[in-house]
């Protein structure tokens, strides 16, 4: 038991440490949370969590050394970029109708937020790097104590990614009460710029991989 434990408690810890990293989900969990409150970040991470658990068979059916492969981060850096510039055009496009406090037509509004958090799980290849060569790793010692060693792994890590990004959207959806309309749309504004650079950063990897 103190074994399955260790394995929860570094688990959760080493998911802080990827979470705590800006990326696009971040981006993605605080303009939602502007607009739908402190649910964002749990819904988007279920998205994730789902998406991470498919992943994880993924793993166990050996395929592993295909998501290390080089055209495999092509085609998913590639693709990443052009989802997150189309997330980036849906917040610019609905930037002059925001409004904090009318729910109108904004395109964030109406996503699906466990979809969206699996997209842009999806959409960041060095995600899918991680699980194929950390969490790979992670998976391959928890297995040797059985299938309990894995679900406490699991558990570990997606707490981890829960606990950080609840925190971020209880924390935005608290402030909105001090936000204007100028200042949520200046939010939305800068999100949005930060998944174009990320999504430029993705492609310019992936031609330098070519």
């Not at 979470?19 to 303009?31: C, D, E, K, Y």
Request: charged residues 10%; aromatic residues 16%.
């Amino acid at each position: 038991m103190i074994t399955l434990l260790t394995i929860f408690v570094t688990s959760l810890f080493v998911a802080f440490s990827g979470a705590l990293m800006p990326g696009p989900l971040l981006t993605i969990t605080i303009s939602e949370s502007a607009r739908r409150g402190a649910v964002a970040g749990p819904l988007l991470i279920l998205g994730h969590g789902i998406l991470e658990l498919i992943l994880l068979a993924a793993l166990f059916l050996g395929l592993g050394p295909v998501l290390e492969h080089r055209m495999f981060f092509l085609i998913a850096a590639f693709a990443g970029g052009a989802i997150m510039f189309w997330m980036a055009w849906g917040m610019f496009r609905s930037l002059p109708s925001l409004s904090v406090r009318v729910t109108g037509t904004n395109v964030t509004a109406k996503s699906n937020l466990p979809l969206t958090g699996a997209l842009m799980s999806l959409a960041n290849p060095y995600w899918i790097i991680w699980w194929a060569t950390i969490g790979l790793g992670y998976v391959v010692y928890a297995r040797q104590f059985g299938a309990w060693g894995v679900v406490f792994f699991f558990t570990g890590h997606i707490a981890g990614d829960l606990i950080w990004y609840w925190a971020i959207s209880f924390a935005v959806s608290k402030g909105k009460t001090l936000f204007t309309d100028k200042v949520y749309r200046i939010l939305i504004g800068v999100c949005g710029g930060f998944l174009v650079l990320f999504a430029i950063y993705l492609i310019f990897s992936a031609f330098a991989k070519m």
